[in-house]
């Protein structure tokens, strides 16, 4: 793996950094406020290329890799602290490249261009009122009628049941197959018998969280990502990638609270010398920045893998994939919310207000650490299923 990036990466790393800078950083307290991500803002990631970027050019994408796809992932997390224009960015990219991958052509020319454009939403819905991560446990059903797929059940805890009801768009759903296994489909929000419910969430109030009820709702036989039946194995596909670029929200974030809290230091001065004298705050500082700056390449490296075998279509390497990104998910969200804490803390009493910011990243970033994109438990059980093998899980 060569370490340093190419002349494009880092013209487009630089040219994201600017618009966290100049757009996102301006918007970010509206987008919480107001909970929704203005169109405008939109329209520019669009305009740079910037949603669903793994998507091939022929359905309106930039055909990204998954380490340029990282960069930007850390840049838009750098960029609005409060974490939902990162959940907006990931969801589109890591399952706008999963449909593209499996999708039948004409859900793909259906979907991926209105996406990609900002004109549509598309998320990922796999979660229910009975549990998250147990997916084998789950109850919503989907069988054949006909030419296509009619569903019955529930969804919960999933991002952007408003957008796609106001965009357009619609989520790819996991579903107990009535014929044996499980089914992946593209299910449009705005279609009949299904209903949405929004959430209060404390923090990343720019995307909405929800649940989704299917009452015998309809897709036709096209919107099927996958094999009939197979699409357990998709559906993990999808999320090695989308946790990827989790982690890499979770850098950004991590660094903007570094950079904050460094500039913060320097100016404030207490017992006669600027707080970055005293060495309780500077060797904080160092252990911090040592830690995101390892996780920086263990997700580097994850997206490398992504990029060498999974995004071809290669899972001879699964394992090591598998283990790659289950400890970048595991470790980088604890990291960014240790960073954003403790740097509240050299705030002092300031550092608790909504004027110094900081209080957006620790609602945002905390999302991770609780289960959105796989709980810090479940990172845990894949990486022993790895390490020591199937028969040594927990579980049946």
Known sequence: ?????T??????QTAVRKFGDRVLRAHEKRIDADGRIPAEVLREMAHLGLLAMPVPEEYG?????AVLTELAAEEVGRG???MATAVFFLLEAGW???????????????VLPPVCAGNAFLGIATTEPTGGSDLAGMRTTSHRDGDGFV?????????GVEEAKSLGGGHLTLTKSAEGGFNFLYVPTNSPGIATQRFQNMGRMGISTGGLTYADARVPAAHLVGPEGKGFGVAMEGFSVARTFVSAACIGAAERALETGMAYI????????????????????VDL???????KWQCRRAAWLLDTYTLQGDHSHRSEVDRAVAAVKLTAPPIAFECVKRVMMWFGAAGYTKDVGLELGLRGVMSYLVGAEGGLNIMRIILGRELLGKEFLPYP
């Open 1 to 5: 793996m060569d370490f340093r990036l």
């Open 7 to 12: 002349d494009e990466e880092e013209a487009f």
């Open 61 to 65: 994408g930039m055909g990204a890799s």
């Open 80 to 82: 609005d602290f409060s």
């Open 96 to 110: 706008g490249h999963i449909l593209a991958r499996h999708g039948s052509e004409g859900v793909k020319r259906e």
């Open 151 to 159: 569903l019955r059940g529930e969804k919960a805890f999933v991002s």
């Open 266 to 285: 320097k100016e404030r001065s207490a017992f006669g010398a600027p707080l970055a004298k005293f060495e309780g705050i500077q060797f904080e500082l």
């Open 289 to 295: 920045f040592t830690q995101v700056e390892a996780v």
